[in-house]
């Protein structure tokens, strides 16, 4: 299983920026993925989820901005981000729960993407 996220830049405060997570290993339309991002001394906090049925849902600081969508042909996450501001710069990565062999869920992550937010 991996998870390569990129996408990730320096962009202006209220500017736009679309990551990517593609996925390998596993059967992608069968499983959720969703967008996290750290910021160096934070935790890691969750942005996005889509469900393999589409269904989405986002965090409040994310609700209104950023829109993630999937191309199950491409094994691919979007996360559309607008409205950029400077708490906006973090790490961000994609993960999914995927099921093994012996029916346990493990998670696996990317390896993330850097977005800066400049003022």
């Known amino acids: 299983v991996q998870l390569q996220a990129s996408g990730g830049g320096l962009v202006q405060d209220g500017g736009s920026l679309r990551l990517s997570c593609a996925a390998s290993?596993?059967?992608?339309?069968?499983?959720?993925i969703a967008w996290f991002r750290q910021v160096p001394g934070k935790e890691r906090e969750w942005v996005a989820s889509?469900?393999?049925?589409?269904?989405?849902q986002y965090a409040d600081s994310a609700k209104g901005r950023f829109t993630i969508t999937r191309d199950n042909a491409k094994n691919t996450v979007y996360l559309q981000m607008g409205s950029l501001n400077a708490e906006d710069t973090a790490v961000y990565f994609c993960n999914a729960a995927v099921r093994s062999q012996n029916g346990d869920y493990r998670l696996y992550w990317g390896q993330g993407t850097l977005v800066t937010v400049s003022s």
């Open positions: 889509i469900s393999r049925s589409s269904s989405t």
């Open positions: 290993g596993f059967t992608f339309a069968n499983y959720a």
